[in-house]
């Protein structure tokens, strides 16, 4: 069965300092991947997405995922953390079975220290 | 172009309440989902929507009803409200298609007590 992990749970980082955020999957097939980020008390925003072609991809707000078939992972990443990213960050890959449908990792929350 | 609109934003319900959660979209979107968020469990799909009058189960779809009478519109129904059915409630959609990228509303934060 497909699913997504997200090793860790919380993450605390420095504002400014560099983040990464990793995310495994099983899926047998080439994936379509998914990073989404939810604000406190808000829904969830596509940061980017991954469908083929170059396996770096680059999202809003200055973040960037990099896919590697080799390790099932697609690992989201951003030089230089921003007090505002403070949020939780949530891996997803589509389904199999059609009708768009994706399955979530549990997400991870990102805190942000001054 | 408001996208997807969730009402209510909150709700507090006794046991054996019911109560419909009501979702909808203005994008012309085919496909409508709902899901739960608890803490530490990412979001479990309840139901999906691939158009009007076309409803299926998803991961988690004990105690809730759906139906899809419009496009625009992807009502959730609870009919007996327990204390595991309190979470955050997201609806979702999307265009027809292979782009898998999901629209998503604000959310409705429902307690059951």
């Known amino acids: 069965a497909q699913s997504v992990t997200q090793p860790d749970i919380h993450i605390t980082v420095s504002e400014g300092a560099s983040l990464e955020l990793r995310c495994n999957y099983s899926y047998g097939a080439t994936p379509y991947l998914f990073w989404y980020v939810q604000s406190p008390g808000q829904g969830l925003q596509l940061l980017l997405k991954y469908f083929s072609g170059d396996t770096l991809v680059q999202g809003i707000k200055g973040f960037e995922a990099e896919f590697k078939r080799s390790q099932s992972s697609f690992n989201l990443r951003k030089p230089s953390v921003h007090w505002s990213d403070a949020a939780e960050y949530f891996c997803a890959v589509g389904a199999t079975g059609g009708y768009n449908k994706l399955i979530f990792g549990a997400g991870t929350r990102l805190a942000v220290h001054p | 172009n408001a996208g997807v609109t969730q009402t209510p934003k909150f709700r507090i319900l006794k046991i054996g309440q019911s109560m419909t959660l009501q979702c909808t979209q203005d994008?012309?979107?085919?496909?409508m989902y709902w899901y739960r968020q608890d803490p530490g469990m990412g979001l479990k799909l309840i139901y999906y929507?691939?158009?009007?009058?076309?409803?299926d189960k998803g991961e988690v779809p004990n105690g809730y009803n759906v139906s899809r009478s419009t496009t625009e519109d992807f009502p959730l129904r609870l009919e007996l409200a327990a204390p595991s059915q309190t979470s955050v409630y997201f609806c979702?959609?999307?265009?027809?298609?292979?782009?898998?990228?999901?629209?998503f509303g604000p959310g409705t934060r429902l307690t059951v007590t």
């Open positions: 929507s691939v158009g009007a009058g076309i409803t």
């Open positions: 994008m012309n979107h085919n496909y």
């Open positions: 979702a959609s999307t265009a027809t298609g292979t782009s898998y990228e999901q629209y």
